[in-house]
């Protein structure tokens, strides 16, 4: 079922525009993509079209505003709308057999877009310094998420879907500062997302002494797959240019998040909250050499996952 070809070709027009007025600078635009994807299987699979393609034509306007409060800080404003295509594998009618459960691709697949509007504020007290601060919305239609669904016989498979619209805001925090050749880099993010889904619930029926069930289903709000709620990055950092010395000790954290959505109300598989500790350096010689080296998840953190 692996053994196929795929193929995407994009063809793409862009118009833009800039208007710079004292410390006002705008920038609009309009980029028009055309987007043909398509697979053939090498070898037939029962139940699924042995060749299959898709073509969709997206018009993506943006318009971005920057306000310089002062020498050394800016407002930003924009709005822009974006795509997201599945990727080769995903619309591909593969079936595979798992320990634990089955897998399966989907043809059907539909291609993401998203508004999104995005205010910031940036100072930049010194070169390789920043301190920002931004609050995001975005407006979602046929976000790509992965979940068990069933509707082929009697199997149930682990496949990508999409399941409605969606909308993200939060806030992010992002700071640089260097006393030297030390310096610190953090980076916050909230984000508050939610998906309206339609679930089944089996509730007992109990009438006439059965022991039967009866299945309803129901709206249920819940978080994007793979979206979580916070996110924090911090790095202690080196840096020594006329040396050609570059070093980072990095910890980051992600809250938890759902990995697998559920067909059944209330029961979508989460990833617990993980840190993670990594470290790196790189060494510049003045012949044009380097040398790399970095050392993942120093802490040896589980990743764990409530089924």
């Given at each position: 079922?692996?053994?196929?070809?795929?193929?995407?070709?994009?063809?793409?027009?862009?118009?833009?525009?800039?208007?710079?007025?004292?410390?006002?600078?705008?920038?609009?635009?309009?980029?028009?993509?055309?987007?043909?994807?398509?697979?053939?299987?090498?070898?037939?699979?029962e139940g699924a079209q042995n060749e299959g393609n898709q073509k969709y034509t997206d018009y993506l306007p943006s318009v971005h505003v920057k306000y310089g409060l002062h020498k050394d800080a800016n407002l930003r404003f924009s709005y822009a709308k974006s795509l997201n295509r599945p990727s080769f594998f995903e619309i591909v009618?593969?079936?595979?057999?798992?320990?634990?459960?089955?897998?399966?691709?989907?043809?059907?697949?539909?291609?993401?877009?998203?508004?999104?509007?995005?205010?910031?504020?940036?100072y930049f007290p010194r070169q390789s310094e920043q301190v920002m601060l931004g609050l995001f919305y975005k407006n979602i239609q046929n976000p790509i998420e992965f979940g068990m669904m069933s509707g082929f016989?009697?199997?149930?498979?682990?496949?990508?879907?999409?399941?409605?619209?969606?909308?993200?805001?939060?806030?992010?925090?992002?700071?640089?500062?260097?006393?030297?050749?030390?310096?610190?880099?953090?980076?916050?993010?909230?984000?508050?997302s939610r998906i309206t889904t339609t679930k089944m619930e089996e509730i007992p029926d109990n009438t006439g002494g059965g022991s039967g069930h009866t299945t309803t289903y129901m709206d249920q709000s819940r978080p994007l797959y793979g979206q979580a709620g916070h996110v924090v990055n911090f790095s202690l950092l080196y840096k020594d240019t006329y040396n050609g010395w570059d070093a980072q000790l990095a910890f980051s954290y992600t809250g938890e998040r759902i990995c697998i959505v559920s067909r059944y109300?209330?029961?979508d598989s989460w990833q617990a909250g993980y840190t993670q500790l990594d470290a790196s350096v790189e060494k510049q010689f003045k012949t044009g050499l380097a040398l790399f080296a970095k050392a993942s998840n120093l802490t040896n953190s589980p990743m764990i996952q409530y089924v």
């Open positions: 079922p692996l053994n196929y070809d795929a193929s995407e070709k994009i063809g793409a027009t862009y118009i833009q525009s800039k208007l710079t007025y004292n410390k006002l600078e705008i920038i609009a635009g309009l980029r028009a993509e055309h987007t043909e994807q398509g697979y053939f299987l090498k070898f037939p699979t009618p593969y079936s595979q057999i798992y320990e634990d459960y089955k897998e399966r691709g989907n043809p059907d697949l539909i291609h993401t877009t998203a508004h999104n509007i995005d205010l910031r504020y940036e016989g009697q199997d149930t498979y682990y496949m990508p879907m999409n399941f409605g619209d969606a909308y993200n805001y939060g806030v992010e925090f992002d700071v640089t500062k260097y006393f030297s050749r030390f310096g610190i880099k953090a980076n916050y993010t909230f984000t508050h109300y209330n029961r």
